[in-house]
């Protein structure tokens, strides 16, 4: 059985391992922090919960997962290890340079990181073509699709070892052939999420509108036909013609917007604090939450099955 060991368990690190315990993995999972640990204990049930309505074929139980008292213990004689730390180059640096100690040589140590390029992470590993991104999208046990991507010296057999690792999940991975910053996900994300607040702030559109826009003008359709597939549907003639009036006018923009530069500063940071773009009550907070995953296993499926 692959032993599989996930090092931080903040915002992603439960619902992964709970995603590998029911695949078949024997799951170990670390956080240095105690109350972290609990908290993703917490949350198991719940989200093993999400898995059994999602249907996913079940090889092991979500909640089997082992909560270790020390890295040493988490990751010794792990197959894969997959750091969740923190987005610091300087903290993941240390953490790679503790795995590099702790484990066997051909044990594949793998990153959720959204953007610090693997090469870097492979520069403080012994042998580091066992070295692989595995870059989950949140909600990690409710979005199908893992980036797998290569940094400059991954083994071609830690890519493939990995890539079918997923798939044995249940799960969709795409490689990303270059360590470019920011992968693909984030990238096409960050192109949308830049153009959005742009409108908003030039006041082309109120919030609510565009995010009826983007979800069911373009979400909607690009959850079925992906961009490349859309372009054929639309025929590569229009794009010609919309691309080359419409590409000179879209948002160039280098730095931060103001509208979330300000209200960073002023600690509307969305969810976690109440309100962002837009208010929260805390009293609704849970079921929004639940309502959203209610939809994306009802979506999921319905795209599953179409
Ligand atoms: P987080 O801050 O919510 O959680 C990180 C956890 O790591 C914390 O619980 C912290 O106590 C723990 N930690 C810190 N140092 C540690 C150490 N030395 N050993 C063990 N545990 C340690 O972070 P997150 O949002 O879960 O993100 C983790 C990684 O996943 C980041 O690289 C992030 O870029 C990436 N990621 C995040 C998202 C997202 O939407 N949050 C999506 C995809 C990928």
Redesign the pocket.
């Known amino acids: 059985m692959t032993v599989a060991a996930v090092?931080?368990?903040?915002?992603?690190?439960a619902g992964i391992a709970a995603v590998m315990a029911r695949g078949g993995l024997s799951v170990r999972a670390?956080?240095?922090?105690p109350a972290?640990v609990e908290r993703a204990r917490g949350e198991l049930p719940a989200i093993a919960g999400l898995l059994d309505r999602l249907g996913l074929p079940a090889k092991g139980d979500a909640m089997a997962v082992a909560f270790a008292g020390s890295?040493k213990e988490a990751v010794e004689g792990a197959d894969l290890v997959l750091e969740?730390?923190?987005?610091r180059l300087e903290?993941?640096l240390?953490?790679f340079r503790q795995l590099d100690a702790l484990t066997t040589p051909d044990c594949v140590l793998a990153?959720?990181?959204?953007?610090?390029p693997i090469t870097k992470l492979q520069a403080v590993v012994s042998n580091p073509q066992r070295v692989v991104g595995m870059?989950?999208?949140?909600p990690?046990h409710l979005i199908p699709m893992i980036e797998v991507v290569a940094g400059e010296l991954t083994g071609a057999a830690t890519r493939d070892w990995m890539v079918a690792l997923i798939r044995a999940l249940g799960l969709l991975p795409v490689t990303v052939k270059k360590d470019v910053p920011g992968f693909v996900e984030n990238r096409v994300l960050y192109a949308i999420m830049r153009e959005a607040l742009d409108l908003v702030e030039q006041g082309v559109i109120e919030p609510e509108d565009l995010d009826t826009c983007v979800s069911w003008g373009i979400g909607y359709k690009l959850a079925i036909v992906g961009p490349m597939a859309l372009l054929d549907m639309a025929g590569l003639d229009i794009y010609q013609s919309v691309a080359s009036y419409l590409n000179p006018e879209l948002s160039r923009r280098q730095d931060v917007p103001p509208v979330i530069a300000e209200r960073t500063a002023a600690g509307r940071l969305g969810l976690k604090t109440g309100g962002g773009l837009f208010d929260y009550a805390p009293e609704d907070l849970q079921s929004l939450r639940a309502r959203r995953a209610q939809r994306f296993v009802a979506v999921r499926k319905a795209l599953e099955e179409g």
């Open positions: 090092v931080g368990l903040g915002t992603m690190g670390f956080d240095i922090e972290a890295l969740n730390v923190p987005e903290l993941k240390e953490v990153s959720d990181t959204s953007g610090i870059h989950w999208s949140n990690p």
